[in-house]
């Protein structure tokens, strides 16, 4: 709600209410969106139409449920934002990323190595902002473009000192294809 009252005011506040509720779907929704270019690749449209149709029957019942829910609240469409984000963090992330990884052959174990350094990057960053925050907020009670600014600074610096090996080869990965496209 914080960054959506600095940057559309007080009207906008409860988008920022509602981006909080869909903020665990957004960090898996980019797995999702890879797994569609994996099944592609390795020409498996086939298994790409089963995992999207399971998925799909899967929401739309999460989204009924939601709805059924958030109107109990009076909060309709904060309950199909969050019983989208449980679902796909709970019910679909994992089966579907190994449902994919199965059909290309490459083990779990192999995934979660090439993820760990980043994954573990991304939490220490994140308790790293929230620290962040608290420590403001509690003791100098900053106003609100400052504290942004702030954990967007530490976030990011975290990220990059933590992840330095990976952000090097970015780096060189973008070097590369620079040289390429001349």
């Keep these: 709600p914080d960054v959506m009252r600095l940057l559309g005011g007080a009207t906008w506040v409860e988008a920022g209410t509602l981006l909080r509720a869909l903020a665990a779907a957004i960090l898996v929704q980019g797995f999702f969106n890879l797994a569609g270019s994996v099944y592609s690749a390795a ?32 909060e309709p469409t904060l309950g199909v934002a969050i019983a989208y984000s449980v679902v796909m963090v709970t019910g679909l992330f994992v089966p579907y990323t190994y449902f994919c990884l199965r059909t290309v052959g490459v083990p779990l174990v192999q995934f979660l190595a090439a993820i760990r350094r980043p994954l573990v990057a991304a939490l220490v960053m994140a308790m790293l902002v929230a620290a962040t925050r608290e420590l403001l907020v509690t003791t100098i009670d900053p106003r609100l473009p400052l504290l942004l600014a702030a954990e967007i600074g530490v976030g990011v610096l975290s990220y990059v000192l933590i992840a330095a090996p990976d952000v090097r080869w970015v780096r060189r990965q973008m070097r590369s294809g620079d040289a390429a496209v001349s």
């Design 43 to 74: 020409g498996r449209a086939d298994r790409l139409l089963v995992a999207a149709a399971v998925s799909t029957l899967v929401l739309c019942q999460a989204f009924v449920v939601g709805l059924f829910f958030g109107r109990l609240a009076g």
